[in-house]
T-cell receptor, first 113, second 112 residues
Framework: AAGVIQSPRHLIKEKRETATLKCYPI?????VYWYQQGPGQDPQFLIS???????DKGSIPDRFSAQQFSDYHSELNMSSLELGDSALYFC????????????FGDGTRLSIL | AQKVTQAQTEISVVEKEDVTLDCVYE???????LFWYKQPPSGELVFLIR??????QNEISGRYSWNFQKSTSSFNFTITASQVVDSAVYFCALSGSGQFYFGTGTSLTVIP
């Protein structure tokens, strides 16, 4: 079965650069979530979209923005990158409904030098 | 406030032993959902189970079983006859108002 696809798998950037992470949800899933997982930490919710509209917002820094496109894929844009942004970024998707199981992609490992 | 507590940071067991991972939650929602996810060393998060607040039936899936007790706000996860492939970080999560709240995870090491 098709899963959530994230790209790239690994990304290395320098401080103050920008980065764009992409997420392709499971077909027919209409809700996308973004999480940030620091080393040894639990995933922290950043933001979610339902039918291309932002539905919930978590601890997403102002330097980050995200959107969901007409084909339901989503992009997380990160600017003025800081060392502390080094983390594993997960995208998850689910069917409509806030309490549906979220299925996660393999994550994008972002390293800031 | 929504909160998930996994008090066991790390657990080590010898292969074939049974192990229980504890999860205690706090929520003011009357309707909520609880989840368990597995994060193997490769890093991906794998969905294991979802349980809603109105269903306190225990569930068994192969070597995995879950015990949901609303009276104690707990949703514990037991692996019987553990195997080396069970070595992973296990996260308990709560959802009631849209966001997922993860516990800090329990790192399970199964020693051959």
């Amino acid at each position: 079965a098709a899963g959530v696809i994230q790209s790239p798998r690994h990304l290395i950037k320098e401080k103050r650069e920008t980065a764009t992470l992409k997420c392709y949800p499971i077909p027919r899933h209409d809700t996308v979530y973004w999480y940030q997982q620091g080393p040894g930490q639990d995933p922290q919710f950043l933001i979610s979209f339902y039918e291309k509209m932002q539905s919930d917002k978590g601890s997403i820094p102002d330097r980050f923005s995200a959107q969901q496109f007409s084909d339901y894929h989503s992009e997380l844009n990160m600017s003025s990158l800081e060392l502390g942004d080094s983390a594993l970024y997960f995208c998850a998707s689910s069917h409509r409904g806030r309490n549906q199981p979220q299925h996660f992609g393999d994550g994008t490992r972002l390293s800031i030098l | 406030a929504q909160k998930v507590t996994q008090a066991q940071t790390e657990i080590s067991v010898v292969e074939k032993e049974d192990v229980t991972l504890d999860c205690v939650y706090e929520t003011r929602d009357t309707t909520y959902y609880l989840f368990w996810y597995k994060q193997p060393p490769s890093g991906e998060l794998v969905f294991l189970i979802r349980r809603n607040s109105f269903d306190e039936q225990n569930e068994i899936s192969g070597r995995y079983s879950w015990n949901f007790q609303k009276s104690t706000s707990s949703f514990n996860f037991t692996i019987t006859a553990s195997q080396v492939v069970d070595s992973a970080v296990y996260f308990c999560a709560l959802s009631g108002s849209g966001q997922f709240y993860f516990g800090t995870g329990t790192s399970l090491t199964v020693i051959p």
